[in-house]
């Protein structure tokens, strides 16, 4: 298998892990408090970072190396995480997980911006096109009946699409595991003062479900997924290996109604069937000719 292959294949992995993000968060969040959850599951994964750091004995970054490192620490430690949370208090995670289908293109685009990357034009055709639907798709929904929640998942698809970018351009020399790690090391300190300061007083009405919903954000979201997402995007491309996120809200919307019981309406799934179709042709043109 060559190295593109081995990036496709590490970042559908990763994608899959994704998938259960949203869900799982929305889970969480009917007992815990979001600024809690956000801190408690960078901190979790931060301790879990630091002993691996430890333990496998990774050399430190380099000087030029840390402020990057902090760009993915606000973007996917931090930012999304944060945004996320406060979203799902607005909107269902059925609702939210479409626009996931959002991050292909914020990626690409700071993958230009900060990844030096040129992909043909025809790639932005379909992954406009892609993004086009999801817009479209929260339109027809009516975004007034939670514009909050819509404009925070907005917002956290931009932190996101530029941690993604940042980490992936620093993966291709530290290695991914390494980025993600010295990400979550970097926000550690604030975000374990964070959870005991925000702690709540009892946890006897925290419910088995939610305790489920954290600890897979922690594990899983935040460690385990970054692993195999950004050695993916290093080894296939940041705006190709991208567009994966694509298939994202599927899996999302089949776990959202499989494990969560909400409603999947016919129009969502129109909308990431269509997304879905974006990703051939947005691989097919993803690189220079």
């Not at 430190?60 to 931090?78: C, K």
């Not at 939670?146 to 993604?164: E, F, K």
Request: net charge positive; with cysteine.
């Amino acid at each position: 298998m060559d190295t593109a292959s081995r990036g496709w294949l590490n970042g559908f992995i990763g994608m899959l892990i994704f998938s259960g993000s949203l869900p799982a968060t929305r889970v969480a969040v009917a007992d815990f408090d979001p600024v809690f959850l956000t801190a408690a599951r960078a901190s979790i994964a931060g301790l879990l970072a630091l002993l691996a750091l430890l333990l496998l004995r990774a050399p430190r970054p380099s000087r030029q190396q840390w402020w990057p490192l902090a760009i993915v620490a606000m973007g996917v430690v931090i930012g999304f995480p944060l945004l996320t949370a406060l979203a799902l208090r607005h909107v269902t995670s059925a609702h939210s997980v479409v626009f996931i289908a959002l991050l292909p293109l914020s990626t690409a685009a700071f993958g230009v911006l900060r990844g030096g990357e040129r992909p043909r034009p025809p790639f932005w055709v379909f992954s406009v096109l892609g993004s086009a639907f999801v817009i479209g798709f929260a339109a027809a929904q009516g975004l007034d009946a939670a514009p909050l929640g819509d404009l925070l998942m907005l917002a956290a698809i931009l932190v996101c699409g530029l941690g993604y970018a940042e980490g992936a351009k620093l993966s291709r020399v530290l290695g991914g595991w390494q980025v993600i790690c010295w990400a979550l090391v970097i926000a550690l300190p604030v975000m374990l003062i964070g959870s005991l300061w925000l702690m709540p007083l009892s946890l006897s009405d925290v419910g088995a479900p939610a305790w489920a919903g954290l600890g897979y954000v922690s594990l899983f979201s935040m460690l385990i997924g970054f692993v195999f997402w950004y050695r993916g995007l290093a080894q296939g491309g940041i705006a190709a290996v991208g567009q994966l996120q694509l298939l994202q809200p599927l899996f999302g919307l089949a776990l959202a109604a499989g494990l969560l019981h909400e409603s999947v309406s016919p129009a969502m799934l129109a909308v990431t069937v269509a997304v879905i179709g974006c990703v051939a042709g947005a691989r097919r043109f993803s690189r220079p000719r």
